[in-house]
């Protein structure tokens, strides 16, 4: 189960996490989810599904028992024909931008840290910058004004401008992160900012 041991990891070096837990069983899951409380998602925990969307493996915005069951069986239809290990129920994350903070590790540059537009449409628009880390606060900075979409960052429409000190420490974060653990390859996507924070909905890293 990859993704609990990645998460538990990202616990372990100081990054705060939503809160989350692993089901087996439907009833599992809404124990679970009262514990949390809702509103919840859920998502299919399997190491033969890398896109979960794709099998609708992803359930959001869920208020109550009777929708969280309904979800959880619509779930395990999509999967069928797939070993699921168990349905992860994690609070749900605020509304904001979904970026994509990543990295990998370079044979001959060493960690590399990627900062983007994240979500589902990462792959379509591929509106990303990188670094060679280690970075400071003006290299994130930078990063953050490369990206096309960076005024949705600023508050475009009205909206207001996401909390960048927050962004900064998590990028700067991943930095050390990656060189701690020694991570070949890293994904945080989405984290989801607004102008009090920002949280990490999904992780992906292999060491």
Partial sequence: MAMLEDFRLLEKNGFRLLPYKLATDEDGAVAAAVKIGYPVALKVVSE???????????????????GLRLAYKEIMDGAKGHKVDGILVQKMARKGIELIIGGRKDPQFGHMVVLGLGGVYVEIFRDI??????????????????????????????AKPIDRAALKRM??????????EDIKELDLNPVIFDENGGDIVDVRFTR
């Fill in 48 to 66: 033969e599904i890398s896109h979960k969307t794709e099998v609708n493996g992803v359930k959001i915005r869920i208020r109550d028992e009777a």
């Fill in 129 to 158: 910058t990188a670094r060679i880390c280690p970075v400071v606060e003006q290299d994130v900075e930078e990063m953050i004004l490369e990206l096309k979409t960076h005024p949705l960052l600023e508050g475009a429409r009205g």
């Fill in 171 to 180: 990028v700067l974060g991943i930095c050390k992160f990656m060189a701690k």
